[in-house]
């Protein structure tokens, strides 16, 4: 189901102190104010907060809060479907620690998120189970930033982007527990294969013995082994067993030694990923400070503004960083796919030994055999004949053959079972893998992009610009990388993206915006959120380019009807290309954000607490304090009375009334 905004209701949060309702306009609206007057926070960053928890920029939790409050309350009212829903989120933060609670109910009150669990994050994952949305694609989706548009990604990110946008991420969530069945038929085919061979081997001794008692047989009875002939025998069958005993000890010897190597493989192997993990974090951290000098903020270390020169200072030096981080993954990854390699290896030894332990074991098993059926036969040398012992032996061997090639038969064909498993499971690991089911996907994906995308460009450029999209193939560490590449084709003919100027760069940014925006409403299938903010995307334009600009973005949200548009921008010169609706965004005389017509200055309703409740309060606290009641204990006698609670200000007055008799009791 479609989500469309229709009422932002905000107090508290960011540069917003005092309430401010924002009504949604169907179509294309442009919210225009200076820079730092909270255009992006009223249209985006308070949208995308109340959805999913986050902010679009970084920082604490807390930092959404308005320095002069205590809380940030944001109520989106919204249709999804054919249902009216409202989705309010606030945060609260005393001395001791903030609080953020979550609530989505139709009009008429009904709480819908009813059952899913009580914890923010339960109740978060109801919330986008029930809008079917996933943050990390909407917030690249539906909210447009010159700095992190679909251009501005390398080759592989526009892969992944485009999978999210076709909801591939169940093939990646498959493909992972294909190669777990892989893995464990692999592992069930090499134990059948060791157990064949064991018992090939003991099949083979087997025969050997049936062999020298029929050639036994064949001499005369007076001819059969005597006492002492059956004596030297058992003396070297003896003699055998121990030389079997003692390489069988060797090899117990080097097995361990095999696996020890092996868990150090593996422990270089976790060490590896934990410091390439630790990296990949370190770049992320650079790349936010980054994102926050870039966006004309303050510095991320010390809060103060920053001049010019000293961003391009501070800019140069977090990528410098970042370029030494990335050499140090570059160089963790090489020597983890070693470590890996080596790791392979060992198991290829451990199995080794471990199949030649279970030959010995075999061979052990069959001397003790032969060992017991001598000394049966010295047991009964003086009072049977040796025909009878050579028949009664022959018969003996004959049965255990006939077992033995029993099991063999069952052991063959349940092989070739679990090798025809296994070589299924490697075909499918094949087809759900990157060069597999999702390039194809992805590829077919791509002229209905370009096409899309064309559509919008050359009605922005009145035909002078065009985009061709098409796959392609890197090498990046030894290893193929699949990706997108994009050339804009202009009156000069055709340029890589960096060639362009930056009026055309932002053309094809905004065009391929629009197009990845449908792509995505169509993939989803009638399921995500209607509504795209395109921040500070025209204002490179001149009047001519904006104002046609303007007129595709109107005229595409008026034929889709069902979606919004809001596009931000401090130029005067974008302002005056717009026939539509604009709302103004200002800085308000105490600094904060207003909106000339909507929310003018009303503080935040406080909700009025009984005088009898308060004092309630206080005399309960009081007693508690005095009590010596700690944490814990106040926890224990409040949920003892309503499970639900976790304060005192949740319980109801007669709660805590029998709370106050439970203390004073």
Same mark, same amino acid.
Request: hydrophobic share 35%; charged share 30%; glycine share 8%.
């Given at each position: ?216 047989? @064949? ?7 005597? @006492? ?149 036969d010295l047991t009964k040398v003086d009072t049977d004949t040796s025909s009878d012992a050579l028949q009664r032996d022959l018969l003996e061997c004959r049965r255990r053959i006939a077992d033995i090639k029993q099991d063999l038969s069952s052991l063959s064909a349940e092989s070739t ?249």
């Open positions: 189901m479609l989500l469309i905004p229709r009422r932002l209701t905000i107090s508290g949060y960011r540069s917003v102190f005092r309430e401010v309702v924002y009504d949604f306009s169907p179509g294309c609206t442009l919210v225009h104010g200076e820079n730092g007057s909270g255009k992006t926070v009223l249209t985006a960053d308070a949208i995308y907060w109340c959805l999913f928890g986050t902010s679009l920029r970084s920082g604490s939790v807390d930092g959404i809060l308005n320095r002069n409050s205590t809380m940030a309350s944001v109520t989106l009212e919204a249709r999804l479907g054919d249902k009216d829903i409202i989705v309010q989120r606030t945060r609260s933060k005393t001395k001791r620690r903030g609080t953020t609670h979550l609530s989505v109910t139709l009009g008429d009150g009904t709480d819908l998120l009813d059952g899913v669990g009580t914890s923010l994050r339960a109740k978060q994952k109801g919330l986008e189970d029930l809008l079917g949305m996933e943050k990390g694609l909407v917030q690249q989706v539906s909210f447009y930033s010159p700095e992190s548009s679909f251009l501005q990604m390398t080759h592989s990110e526009r892969v992944k982007l485009l999978e999210a946008v076709l909801g591939l991420d169940w093939v990646g969530t498959l493909a992972k527990k294909v190669k777990e069945k892989l893995t464990a038929a692999e592992a069930r085919l090499n134990e059948l294969k060791l157990k064949k061979s064991s018992m090939e081997g003991n099949l083979s001794a087997l025969e050997l013995w049936e062999n020298n008692l029929l050639s036994k047989q @064949k001499e005369p009875v007076s001819t059969g082994p005597t @006492k002492e002939q059956l004596q030297a025998e058992l003396e070297k069958i003896e003699a055998r067993l121990v030389e079997v005993e003692d390489r069988k000890q060797k090899l117990a010897v080097a097995h361990k030694e095999v696996n020890d190597c092996l868990a150090g493989a593996a422990e270089r192997v976790r060490t590896l990923e934990l410091e390439i993990k630790g990296l990949q974090t370190q770049c992320s951290t650079l790349q936010r400070q980054a994102d926050v000098i870039s966006s004309d903020g303050p510095c991320p270390t010390c809060g103060q503004d920053m001049r010019m020169t000293d961003r391009y200072n501070a800019l140069a030096e977090i990528e410098a960083k970042k370029q030494g981080l990335e050499a140090s993954i570059a160089d963790r990854e090489l020597r983890l796919e070693q470590a890996k390699r080596k790791h392979w290896e060992v198991q290829q030894s451990v199995s080794t030994v471990a199949q030649a332990i279970t030959t010995l074991e075999a061979q052990v098993g069959m001397l003790r055999a032969r060992r017991q059926s001598v000394e049966k079972e679990a090798g025809g498993q296994a070589a299924r499971w490697r075909w499918w690991v094949g087809a759900l893998g990157t060069r597999g089911f999702r390039n194809f996907l992805v590829e077919r994906a791509l002229p209905v992009l370009e096409e899309r995308g064309n559509a919008y460009l050359q009605a922005m450029s009145d035909g002078r610009l065009a985009v061709s999209i098409s796959p392609t193939t890197t090498t990046s560490k030894g290893k193929d990388v699949e990706g997108i590449n994009v050339l804009v084709r202009n009156v000069r003919g055709v340029d890589a993206y960096e060639d362009d100027s930056a009026g055309e760069r932002r053309l094809a940014d905004l065009s391929l915006t629009l197009a990845l925006f449908d792509l995505a409403m169509d993939a989803g299938g009638g399921r995500g959120l209607g509504y795209l903010v395109l921040d500070e995307g025209l204002d490179p334009l001149d009047s001519q380019n904006a104002k046609r600009a303007l007129e595709v973005i109107a005229d595409t949200a008026k034929r889709q009807g069902d979606r919004l548009v809001q596009v931000i921008s401090h130029s005067d010169r974008v302002r005056s290309a717009v026939i539509g609706k604009v709302i103004r965004v200002e800085r308000g005389p105490d600094g904060w954000t207003r909106v000339p017509g909507l929310g003018l200055g009303k503080k935040p309703k406080q909700a009025n607490v009984p005088r009898e409740r308060k004092e309630l309060l206080a005399t309960l606290w009081n007693e508690m304090v005095e009590r010596g009641y700690r944490g814990r204990d106040r926890m224990a006698l409040i949920q003892a009375v309503n499970p639900q609670a976790r304060k005192l200000a949740d319980l109801t007055t007669e709660q805590l009334k029998a709370v106050l008799i439970g203390v004073r009791g």
